[in-house]
Every structure is written in structure tokens, then in C-alpha cells.
């Protein structure tokens, strides 16, 4: 391979790193951010029904709050339906990290050559020490056999059965 398209190679699998590390970095905070308004959701519901109703004021995220022109069940629908949202945001991100996790897997599985010519390296030199071990005991058998054979012709040729 040329040395120019191993630099592209290099150049692609960083970009396809910096991806990675992005929506990594991406899903996690909208995780966090979700959570957090979550429980802010959360604090503000159970700050609401502890006040009497004219007293309910309207709790965002950014800790402003405003006269809320809603009654107290309005405003728990409301809330609710937030972290509704809220929360299948969270499994949506989750769900996204999944599959980031996946394709990493496949990635590092597929596009490894180094770690799989070194395991096909290891595995040649294993047949071949392999193939040398065979090679010295058939010398051996052979060795035997001959040893033998010669035997037998000589018992063969000095016996009174030839």
C-alpha cells in the first residue's frame, strides 16, 4: 500500500474518532441536562403542592419565577408531561450511546488488521513449530522402522524359512 493512502486511512479513522468522541460528548450531556431538569421538574412539583394555590408561582429552569396563571392541576399535567419528554430524551440519548457502542465493537473488529495479522502471525508460527515437531518424530519413526526392517531381513536371510 502506498504511503499516501495509509495517511488517508490515518486521516479518516480521526475523523471518524473525533465523531465518535462527539456524539459520545453529545448524548451524555443530554443525558445530564435531561436528568437535571428532571429533578428540577420534580423539586418545582413538590414545591407547588405545598403552597395554597394563589401562591403558586411558576418555577423555571433558569430560577426565575413568575406568577403562574395556571391552577395547581394544570401545571402538574404540565410538569408530568415534561418529564415525560424529559425522560424519553434520556432513553433516546441512551439508546444513541448504544449503538455508538456497537459501532465501536464492529469497528475494533473489523478494521483492527494489525491485531489480526499478529494473530495470524502467532497462529503460522504455532503450525510451523507444529510441522517441525511432526517432521522430527516421523524422522524418528522412520529411523525406528529402518532399524527394524533391517533386523527382520537379517533374521529373514539367516533363517532356515527363505
Not at 437535571?36 to 433558569?62: D, E, F, G, V
Not at 424529559?86 to 465493537?105: F, G, H, M, P, Y
Request: net charge negative; proline share 1%.
Amino acid at each position: 500500500m502506498s504511503p499516501v493512502g495509509g495517511e488517508q486511512q490515518s486521516k479518516s479513522q480521526d475523523l471518524a474518532s473525533k465523531d465518535y468522541l462527539r456524539r459520545m460528548k453529545d448524548d451524555v450531556k443530554s443525558i445530564l441536562d435531561n436528568f437535571t431538569s428532571i429533578l428540577s421538574a420534580s423539586k418545582h412539583t413538590s414545591t407547588l403542592a405545598s403552597l395554597p394555590l394563589s401562591n403558586t408561582k411558576n418555577y423555571y429552569s433558569n430560577g426565575v419565577k413568575e406568577d403562574s396563571q395556571l391552577n395547581g392541576s394544570a401545571q402538574s399535567v404540565m410538569d408530568r408531561y415534561e418529564m415525560h419528554v424529559r425522560s424519553s430524551n434520556i432513553t433516546r440519548a441512551a439508546e444513541s450511546l448504544v449503538q455508538l457502542i456497537d459501532e465501536l465493537k464492529e469497528s475494533l473488529i473489523l478494521d483492527d488488521f494489525s491485531s489480526l495479522n499478529e494473530a495470524n502471525d502467532i497462529r503460522r508460527k504455532q503450525f510451523e513449530q507444529y510441522i517441525q515437531d511432526s517432521n522430527s518424530q516421523l524422522q524418528k519413526i522412520k529411523h525406528g522402522v529402518g532399524q527394524d526392517l533391517e533386523l527382520l531381513e537379517t533374521e529373514y536371510y539367516n533363517s532356515s524359512y527363505k
